[in-house]
């Protein structure tokens, strides 16, 4: 006997179809990674929280609060570059530039690793380069990280608001890491 279909029907087919969809992608994983296995390795380059390695001839990109271990000839460093921190979050005008001040942190050194404010760099989205100061009455880094110590320190400097990159050049020439960030007041 044949006759209309009732309502619940089609309605608990699609409700079957999408938990068959929802099992087949989850069991498709089949990695640890968490991503299906149908996606091409070449498209999954996110690696969190895992520190890159910065050199003179391949200096690393990473985002801000992740760490890079620099290296030189002379010494490896692990250095994480945190912010920047801007004043004012949350107000109803957001104003064209804001003071920034990014916390600079470093340890693990293998040799003598100099320190200096001037070897840090920020560059806006618009490729204007602000030159960042040593933050007044906080404490000062010592001119020479050595092993076994961990140093932060903290920089400020009025930036326009958007992207920007904090760059480290240790010998004030060559860049060997580079943390991205955004500049916000809003």
Not at 47 to 76: I, N
Not at 78 to 97: H, K
Request: net charge negative.
């Amino acid at each position: 006997m044949t006759g209309p279909i009732p309502r619940s029907v089609p309605l608990a087919a699609l409700l079957l179809a999408l938990a068959g969809c929802s099992a087949a992608s989850a069991g498709s994983a089949g990695n640890d990674s968490g991503y299906p296995t149908y996606l091409p390795s070449s498209t999954l380059n996110y690696h969190g929280d895992t520190v890159l390695t910065g050199t003179v001839q391949r200096p690393a990109v990473t985002s801000q609060g992740d760490g890079v271990e620099v290296k030189t000839p002379a010494w490896s460093v692990l250095v994480t570059v945190t912010g920047p921190q801007v004043p004012g979050e949350g107000l109803p005008y957001q104003a064209p530039a804001t003071t920034c001040t990014w916390v600079v942190t470093m340890s693990g050194a293998t040799g003598a690793v100099p320190i200096s404010a001037s070897d840090f760099t920020s560059i806006d989205e618009d490729a204007n380069v602000y030159r960042p100061h040593l933050v007044a009455g906080q404490p000062q880094p010592p001119a020479v990280l050595r092993p076994g110590q961990k140093v932060s320190f903290e920089l400020r400097a009025v930036q326009a608001t958007g992207e920007g990159l904090m760059r480290w050049a240790p010998d004030g020439r060559n860049i060997v890491a580079k943390w991205d960030f955004v500049v916000e007041n809003d």
